[in-house]
């Protein structure tokens, strides 16, 4: 078997071989989604990244502002040196004094845990064909250097730069999320000769690049890698067009697989081909004639749905953020309404205490009134009842 190569497509293409990363940037305005807080939450599967911005919800009212408020500093295309290298993207952004790079890319996806033998069986079912799932994910972080680091490769090298003028947006990050979904959810499952990382770099450089670069102030740019793009082992798996060119490249591929540096059988050869041609075969479907068209096609429409959800979240925060005002409002004024009434209330009892104070002070006043003239009365009464004093003269 193939197992020289299936090790190099292991070694390469694995989601095992991830490279760690951290955000060590301050951040002054944290946005889902977009500018993490810290390195807890700097990855997330791009199937996941619209749920991401729009369910988040941390300063949900300002989702839409703060996602337009980022600006793109540029879109970069890298590859790693070596005949089976990993390509990815890295983007550049901006919100306000906080930078960020995020970095996309496509990745094999093995199981949690593996046993060895579970792991050659994995290979063997990525070499002949669409049968190992993917890992499409985002991660961030604060240089450009960390974007770029692999175990590997030491550095990815750069394939293509797109660099965007100060201020621009004509393009921003909500499109930058609608584009990676629509690659996402378009593809088949990850594949060796097909829809590999490649392919998956390509088509989403190459589409942007169609939408951008006839905006005043867009530069392009080629790197040292730049003839290399899209090439295994020295074939061109993926064109300039972002086609799949494995059905046609029977002839080349035995040449270069049979020749003395790399000593492959017949039989692996053949082996080889095989799973070329049906990879390319099964991942064919509408992406087969213009990907790239129909991929800017389906990136508006993804845009289009993403803005009008996020505009509809956003209304809707809105909307009960003011409901909950007014509602407090409310709460304040009957508050303010009761504690005056009870002002009022207690203004009322203190009087009562005063009225009842006189009350009794005028009742005690009549009581002695009353007393006095009970003794008189008496003293009035005794007096009639004593006989009268003779008075000698």
Same mark, same amino acid.
Not at 53 to 61: A, Q, R
Not at 323 to 328: H, K, M, Q, R, T
């Given at each position: 078997m =193939?197992? %020289? ?11 095992? +071989? ?5 955000? /060590?940037?301050?951040t002054s305005k944290? #946005?889902?989604g977009?500018i ?12 996941q &990244?619209e749920d991401k911005?729009?369910?988040?919800? +941390?300063?949900?009212?300002n989702?839409l ?11 970069s ?7 089976i290298?990993h390509? *990815?993207?890295?983007?550049?952004? &901006?919100?306000?004094t906080d930078? %960020? ?5 496509? =990745? +094999? ?5 593996e ?14 064909g ?7 994910r985002?991660k961030?972080? $604060?240089?450009?250097d960390? !974007?770029?680091?692999?175990r590997?490769?030491?550095?990815y090298?750069? /394939?293509?730069?797109l660099?965007f003028p =100060? ?5 921003g990050?909500i499109?930058?999320i609608a584009l ?7 593809? @088949?499952?990850? $594949?060796l000769?097909?829809?590999m990382?490649? &392919? &998956?770099?390509a088509?989403f450089?190459?589409?942007f ?8 102030g867009?530069?392009f ?13 020295? *074939?061109n ?8 060119l494995?059905?046609? =490249?029977t002839?080349?591929a035995?040449?270069? *697989?049979?020749?003395?540096?790399? %000593?492959y059988?017949? @039989?692996?050869i053949? @082996?080889?081909q ?5 990879d $390319?075969?099964?991942?064919g479907g509408? *992406? ?11 990136w ?17 925060? #809105?909307?009960?953020?003011d409901?909950?005002?007014?509602? +407090?409002a ?7 309404? #009761?504690a005056?009434q009870e002002q @009022? ?7 009562? /205490?005063?009225?009842?104070e006189q ?12 007393q ?7 003293? #009035? ?8 004093? !003779?008075v000698h003269?």
């Open positions: =193939l197992s %020289r190569f299936l090790s190099l497509f292991s070694f390469s293409f694995s989601f095992s +071989n991830d490279e760690k990363s951290y955000i /060590v940037m301050r944290f #946005i889902p977009v993490p807080e810290g390195a807890i939450d700097n990855e997330i599967q791009i199937s &990244w911005v729009v369910k988040s919800e +941390n300063d949900l009212c989702r502002d703060d996602l337009r408020g980022c600006r793109l500093k540029s879109v295309h890298y590859r790693g040196k070596g005949n290298p390509e *990815l993207i890295v983007i550049e952004i &901006w919100s306000g930078q %960020r790079f995020m970095r996309l890319e496509r =990745l +094999n996806k093995r199981e949690d845990v046993t060895t033998i579970e792991r050659s069986k994995r290979s063997k079912r990525e070499f002949v669409l049968h190992t799932g993917n890992f499409d985002v961030w972080t $604060s240089t450009l960390k !974007a770029i680091q692999s590997y490769y030491k550095k090298q750069l /394939v293509q730069i660099n =100060l201020g621009f947006d004509a393009i990050i499109d930058v990676a979904t629509a690659i996402t959810s378009s593809a @088949q499952n990850y $594949s000769f097909a829809h990382c490649l &392919w &998956w770099a088509i450089f190459e589409t690049k169609r939408k951008a670069i006839d905006h005043e867009v530069r740019t080629e790197g040292p890698l730049y003839p290399e793009r899209g090439n295994i082992l020295k *074939l798996f993926v064109d300039a067009n972002c086609k799949l494995a059905p046609f =490249l002839v080349k035995k040449e270069t *697989l049979g020749n003395d540096a790399n %000593r059988s017949a @039989q692996e053949d @082996q080889f095989a799973a070329i041609t049906k $390319s075969t099964d991942a509408d *992406l087969a004639g213009d990907p790239v068209e129909t991929m800017t096609k389906r508006d429409t993804s845009g289009k749905e993403l803005t009008a959800t996020l505009q509809a979240v956003v209304d809707a925060a #809105i909307a009960r953020r409901a909950l005002d007014i509602s +407090n409310k709460l304040v004024e009957r508050d303010a309404q #009761i005056k @009022q209330i207690a203004a009322e009892r203190v009087e009562r /205490v005063k009225l009842a009350n009794a002070k005028h009742e005690q006043q009549i009581a002695k009134h009353e006095q003239i009970a003794e008189l009365m008496a003293y #009035i009464k005794a007096s009639v009842a004593s006989p009268p004093i !003779a003269v």
